[in-house]
């Protein structure tokens, strides 16, 4: 069965500085990942994702990820984060092997900026 | 892209009695989910609604609690049925559009509560 972990509750960052979310998966087949954000009392927003070919993926908003196979890892990385980024983020799975067109969820991970 | 409206967005209701929330898409989509949130927490997928076809229940999940209907395309209901207190939660309609390796939108949920 698909999983996703995302061990971090809460990343507090300070503005400007580099942020990384971290996210790890299993499945069975070949992974479809995505990163998704939840701003408060607003929708879940698609943020990137990886499907195949490079490793390193850009997104909305300055994000981008690295998919590394062997350690099974999506992190997500913003090089400057900005208050404005502060919000609940999630990791997200699609095992076509096995899956479907399911899609499975991580915990979430909630970031702080502080100015 | 898609356009979601979601109704009721909110609602108060007595244990014992049920809820049938509406998702209506502005554009054809073949794959349609339901999931479930609890506020700040993780997303849980209920069951996929294929248009034409039975929906798929996850492990958790019956179709005497949760009936879906899908009759067209465009338009989908989830119905809470005899709602406890532990059925108080978000509910977000949410569709794919295109292949597999497509991004997820949401529509902006509805938030149960159930006295």
């Known amino acids: 069965a698909q999983s996703v972990a995302q061990p971090e509750d809460q990343v507090n960052v300070a503005e400007g500085n580099p942020l990384t979310v971290k996210c790890t998966y299993s499945v069975s087949g070949n992974p479809y990942l995505f990163w998704y954000v939840q701003y408060p009392n607003r929708g879940l927003q698609f943020l990137l994702k990886?499907?195949?070919?490079?490793?390193l993926v850009k997104g909305s908003y300055g994000f981008e990820a690295e998919f590394n196979k062997s350690q099974t890892s999506f992190h997500l990385k913003k090089p400057s984060a900005l208050v404005s980024d502060s919000a609940l983020y999630f990791c997200?799975?699609?095992?076509?092997?096995?899956?479907?067109?399911?899609?499975?969820f991580g915990a979430g991970t909630r970031l702080f900026v502080k100015a | 892209s898609a356009v979601i409206s979601q109704k009721p967005s909110r609602d108060i209701c007595q244990r014992g009695t049920s809820l049938t929330i509406q998702c209506q898409v502005d554009s054809q989509v073949t794959m349609m989910f339901w999931y479930r949130q609890q506020p700040g927490q993780s997303l849980t997928l209920i069951a996929t609604a294929n248009q034409g076809s039975e929906a798929t229940y996850e492990s958790g999940f019956v179709i005497d609690k949760f009936p879906i209907s899908r009759p067209n395309l465009t338009f989908s209901t989830l119905t809470v049925s005899n709602m406890s207190p532990e059925d108080s939660s978000i509910y977000l309609c949410?569709?794919?559009?295109?292949?597999?390796?497509?991004?997820?939108?949401f529509g902006s949920g509805t938030q149960l509560s159930v006295l």
């Open positions: 997200a799975v699609r095992d076509i092997g096995t899956g479907g067109f399911k899609t499975i």
């Open positions: 949410s569709v794919q559009i295109g292949g597999i390796g497509e991004k997820l939108f």
């Open positions: 990886y499907i195949t070919g490079d490793n």
